[in-house]
């Protein structure tokens, strides 16, 4: 059975940086768009960023783009998250996602693929 791993959460001062990871097994998401959403306290899930299978097209929200990378190493089954300049309200649980359709991913509604989460904390 398909399963994402994530990785990489903790707490770090604001204006730090962290680099998530999230590994894959049990399939290869050929095809598949990989990518983060976050939660935090009190709200709903929403998009971070994705990446699709060939690399080429890269989606992020407003509020994390110019400070955090996506990335994606196909032959590890890997997605990573580099994140920067982290502010307090970065403050979430990270999740890792797969889906083949780009509009079900950004909806973040039918997702085929979750992970269970990992937490970032920034301090202020």
């Keep these: 059975q398909a399963q994402l791993l994530e990785s ?18 049990g399939r290869t998401f050929t095809n598949y768009y990989m990518g983060w959403f ?3 306290p009190g709200k709903a899930r929403e998009f971070v960023a994705a990446k699709s299978w060939n690399g080429i097209s890269t989606y992020y929200a407003d509020s994390v783009k110019g400070r955090f990378t996506i990335s994606r190493d196909n032959a590890k089954n890997t997605v990573s998250l580099q994140m920067n300049s982290l502010k307090p309200e970065d403050t979430a649980v990270y999740y890792c996602a797969a889906d083949p359709s780009l509009k079900v991913f950004l909806d973040a509604a039918g997702m085929d693929y979750w992970g ?7 301090s202020s």
């Design 8 to 25: 990489g959460g903790g707490l770090v001062q604001a204006g730090g940086s962290l680099r998530l990871s999230c590994v894959a097994s």
């Design 38 to 40: 976050r939660q935090a």
């Design 116 to 122: 269970k989460g990992t937490l970032v904390t920034v």
